[in-house]
């Protein structure tokens, strides 16, 4: 043993002694915490499929006001280093429109993207990617709305010419494609067709989007889906 090593332990005390061994047992109390979180199975490390479904079942609970998500403090110390989305949706920004609570989940279960028309930019893109590449998310969901305002402002433009202010037109310009498309069909409700229509055309571009989601969703790793959110039931339809 090396002279400070031995001055050291000559050194140690009946009460350093204590205390480290007090040390030791509180490490040991708390080592099988640690373990369990390293090794526990992500809660997205399922199939896109049931994904959904656990969706599906949270908005029949939320339309049924049944919802079982109601403490939102719980888990949040173990979310603090990671985080593991079971879905990632485009929702419009619309106030009356919340994913996390029309779909009855909680804090880090939906990768959120927001904005209003639910339409796909590269800016939404790209978070698309991260949540797919970096977060293991098995599905992607583009949600839109009944009676969606952004959608309605877009026929107005088309329809009366109108001119928005600001940077409202990048808006009605990434939306006119899809009413231009319901269009076509000449749609009893063109409102309603339009709004079905944004959402196909933007889980269409998350679907074939290369170079990430493409690769992810031909590999079944990855599903997209559509669906639109009713204001007055609270019901999610998928489309």
């Known amino acids: 043993m090396c002279d400070l090593c031995s001055v050291n332990a000559t050194k140690l005390s009946r009460r350093g002694l204590l205390l480290g061994g007090a040390a030791l047992a509180g490490m040991s109390m708390t080592a099988p915490t640690v373990a369990w979180s390293q090794t526990a199975t992500p809660q997205n490390a399922i199939s896109p499929d049931a994904a959904l479904e656990r969706l599906m079942e949270g908005n029949a609970r939320y339309a049924a006001n049944t919802s079982a998500n109601n403490d939102y403090s719980a888990g949040r110390a173990a979310r603090v280093n990671a985080q593991y989305p079971i879905a990632a949706i485009l929702s419009c920004a619309d106030a009356r429109v919340a994913p996390e609570l029309a779909f009855d989940q909680g804090p880090g279960d939906l990768f959120v993207v927001r904005v209003a028309g639910n339409f796909l930019n590269d800016d939404g893109l790209a978070s698309f990617e991260y949540a797919v590449k970096y977060l293991n998310t098995p599905l992607l969901m583009v949600l839109g709305h009944s009676n969606c305002g952004a959608v309605g402002a877009t026929i107005k433009v088309i329809q009366d010419g109108v001119t928005l202010p600001g940077h409202l037109q990048d808006m009605i ?48 790793k990855v599903k997209v889906v559509g669906a639109q959110y009713d204001l007055a039931t609270g019901k999610i339809a998928l489309l």
């Open 173 to 220: 310009r990434d939306i006119k494609p899809a009413v231009e498309t319901a269009e076509k069909a000449k749609p009893a409700d063109l409102l309603s067709a339009s709004i079905a229509e944004n959402v196909r055309l933007a889980a269409h571009r998350l679907e074939t989007a290369s170079p990430i989601l493409s690769e992810y969703v031909s590999s079944g």
